[in-house]
């Protein structure tokens, strides 16, 4: 039995004492009077060795408080049975020695027990399950301390630690401590993620990483995750926005109608027809739709159970609706999502596309990199081209129409028409695949098959080589190039070839104008091309500077004998014309400056009768009468060839401006004569006229 701690004190006090009348003894003796023995040591441990002096006898000493726990076996005072430190921490032991005198020692030996940590520590329960909701709220308690608490009979104190053995599921749950169990959400949850996780809680006597002997107990924990409604509706098809799968965003509707034209059927719709989910799938709550914007004629109506979109009247505008549609969920209208929907309003289409050719059949080579083309069969220097056809169009070829395989990942087609690989081939082999020709803009389709043949890889020679799409591009782009540089050089050289008749036409017309808008209109006649081009810049507003430059026409030296007759002349009479020949000489000409192009003029008062070689035509009440064979008179009544007078004066003009044209050597100024036998038409029709009706005339141009 166990002494109590008052008692072992009091021997404590005594001892010295009892040392001192056993020394005097000297009967027995122990080697070790104070010895320490671990806990739960078997019996038969010797606790210490008994030396007894010849004629003495030991024993233990029964009134002795823990003599149950001890024996003596020969010299060796032994335990009887085993000691547990969380009982016994000290026990207390006499022995007695006698002789046959009578004489009696006693010996007192105090044995101190030594903890061994030899109990592990133990939880309440072991296996605890929990069920949490997807929304609980972060830091809040999943399981309390009280729950998962362990105890040491060792007393000793515990350390916690909390792991995880489901994949993908570390961080969303832990322990407010090292010493305190109780588990808490770190991480909000996520129901498509993961809904059952499995925790496993360690309670150690030893810190983790001790090199003492450790005692560890372990509890499992259950959770299972309980879905709640935290996402509002998808509509399909969707594509996910990030790796957590929270977000789905929805591609927008597309769908066709006919002008004019109501269809009583749920109307086809790209990618697929109206349909919405709850996300949450295991509540699966019910959802409704609703058109909300997009349809002010109220033309289209969506059944609120299926989501189908049907007409209530036909559209009469070749115009695009964007509809609205909204999707909610009947027990929370704030759980709700939106979708586009956009109807175009077509011409009707009678006919969908075709292949005029049920089968084409194509070869390609193994080993060729991607998107290679497909080359026809006995034909391998031409690309495999399908065509569908459309009977809604006079000449069957329909723009809208895109082509593409239906059931073959290895090929593709261009919206040409053109079969390409998709992949590298590796083995050679029979491949039939369906095409199919879509019309983007009725929806409609037409399919045909295509066999195409794979075939080992031959040498490569430079009749057979193939050209990629890429190096036909680059082939179109020279060549643009070319042709481009062609065009300008080309410009370049017609410039150079005809620049300068044109000018002259343009200078010729614009000479037209001005001289019909400043001339006497009885005398009008078209400009010699000779005339000062800075004529034709003058502003049509100013008369009088008009009149001044008519007056600056040309003129030619007369003889001196006509001086006096021309001074004798009316000052308001108008001078017929004198039809002159110019044409440029060269670039000289156009670069002379202003003051040498300057044209005189050639209206004169008088008359140069010393020059034989001038000629020139008067009013018959001007003429000089000594003047004799110079001057030809002609009579007034030749008035009625007047007519074909002016018509043989055009014919002249006619014929000078086309000698004009057709002589492309430069010419220098010259004068055009009539013979002297010739008659001058001219002259009679310009003799007709008054003198009063001419200063008329000039008065009402200024």
């Known amino acids: 039995m166990a ?28 080697a070790n009077d104070r010895p320490s ?73 105090i044995v101190t027990i030594v903890d061994v940590n030899d109990n592990s520590p133990v939880f309440k329960q072991t296996n605890l399950t929990e069920v949490v909701p997807e929304d609980t709220k972060v830091n809040a308690t999943i399981v309390p301390l009280e729950d998962l608490s362990a105890s040491d009979g060792d007393l000793d104190t515990i350390f916690y630690e909390l792991t995880t053995i489901v994949p993908g599921t570390d961080g969303y749950f832990a322990i407010k401590g090292v010493n305190n169990p109780e588990i808490y959400l770190q991480k909000a949850l996520d129901y498509e993620k993961f809904n ?68 009583t059927e749920p109307l086809k719709l790209e990618p697929g027809p109206i349909y ?58 704030q759980k709700y999502s939106i979708a586009t929907v956009e109807i175009k309003v077509i011409n009707k289409s009678e006919y969908p596309p075709y292949f005029e050719s049920r089968i084409y059949y194509g070869t390609v080579s193994v080993g060729l990199a991607p998107r290679s083309f497909v080359f026809q069969a006995g034909d391998p220097s031409s690309p495999l081209v399908i065509t569908a056809m459309d009977e809604d169009f006079p000449d069957k070829i329909n723009p809208n129409i895109e082509y593409y395989i239906k059931n073959s990942t290895d090929f593709f087609a261009t919206k040409d028409g053109f079969i390409l690989t998709n992949v590298m081939l590796q083995s050679p082999g029979t491949v039939t695949i369906e095409a199919v020709g879509k019309d983007t ?75 019909e808008d400043y001339q ?21 507003d100013s008369s009088v500077q008009s009149m001044v430059h008519v007056l600056e026409q040309p003129v030619l030296s007369l003889p001196s004998s006509h001086v006096e007759e021309i001074d004798s002349l009316p000052k308001a009479s108008t001078a017929s014309t004198i039809i002159f020949d110019q044409e440029e000489k060269g670039e000289e000409v156009e670069e002379e400056p202003e003051d040498e192009k300057e044209v005189k003029s050639i209206l004169r008062t008088d008359r140069r009768v010393a020059d034989d070689g001038y000629k020139a035509v008067w009013f018959k009440t001007d003429v000089d009468p000594d003047a004799g064979e110079r001057v030809e008179v002609i009579e007034e009544n030749a008035a009625d060839g007047g007519d074909d007078s002016d018509q043989d004066l055009e014919k002249n003009e006619k014929e000078e401006d086309d000698d004009y044209d057709n002589d492309s050597h430069p010419r220098g100024l010259g004068v055009s004569f009539a013979p002297e036998s010739s008659s001058l038409p001219v002259a009679e029709g310009v003799g007709n006229r008054s003198h009063t009706d001419a200063m008329a005339e000039d008065d009402n141009n200024l």
């Open 3 to 30: 002494v109590s701690h008052w008692l072992v004190s009091f021997v404590l006090f005594l001892l010295p004492f009892v040392t001192r009348v056993a020394a005097q003894q000297q009967g027995c003796s122990v």
């Open 37 to 109: 023995v671990d806990e739960n040591n078997p019996p038969g441990y010797v606790v210490t060795t008994i030396h007894v002096e010849a004629g003495f006898t030991v024993m233990i000493d029964p009134t002795s408080p823990d003599a149950v726990f001890f024996t003596i076996q020969g010299s060796e005072l032994q335990l009887s049975q085993s000691v547990d430190y969380e009982e016994d921490t000290l026990l207390l032991v006499f022995l007695t020695c006698q002789n046959a005198a009578g004489q009696s020692d006693s010996l007192e030996i």
């Open 196 to 263: 059952f996780t499995t925790l496993v809680l360690y309670a150690r006597d030893r810190p983790v990483g001790s090199s003492d002997t450790t005692n560890t107990a372990t509890a499992t924990i259950n959770i299972f995750i309980e879905q709640t409604d935290t996402k509002p509706p998808w509509f399909l098809p969707c594509t996910f926005m990030d790796t957590d799968k929270r977000i789905c965003i929805s591609s927008p509707y597309t769908g066709r109608v006919n002008i004019s034209e109501m269809s």
């Open 276 to 333: 919405a989910i709850d996300p949450d799938y295991t509540l699966n709550e019910k959802i409704v739709y609703r058109i909300v914007g997009g349809d002010a004629d109220n033309v289209f109506s969506v059944n609120a159970d299926t989501g189908n979109l049907t007409m209530n009247k036909a559209a009469t505008a070749p115009d695009s609706y964007l509809l609205q549609v909204m999707a909610t969920q009947v027990n929370n209208i």
């Open 441 to 515: 803009v009725s929806l409609q389709e037409g399919s045909t098959v295509i066999v195409v043949e794979v075939i080992l890889a031959t040498a490569v020679t430079v009749s057979d080589k193939r050209y990629t799409a890429g190096d036909m591009a680059i082939l179109g782009g020279v060549l643009a190039a070319l042709l481009l540089i062609a065009f300008v050089f080309l410009g370049l050289m017609i410039f150079k070839w005809y620049g300068k008749p044109v000018r002259y036409l343009i200078s010729k017309k614009f000479s037209k104008e001005i001289s």
């Open 520 to 540: 006497n209109q009885s005398y009008q006649q078209e400009e010699p091309p000779y005339v000062n081009i800075k004529q034709h810049e003058m502003s049509e």
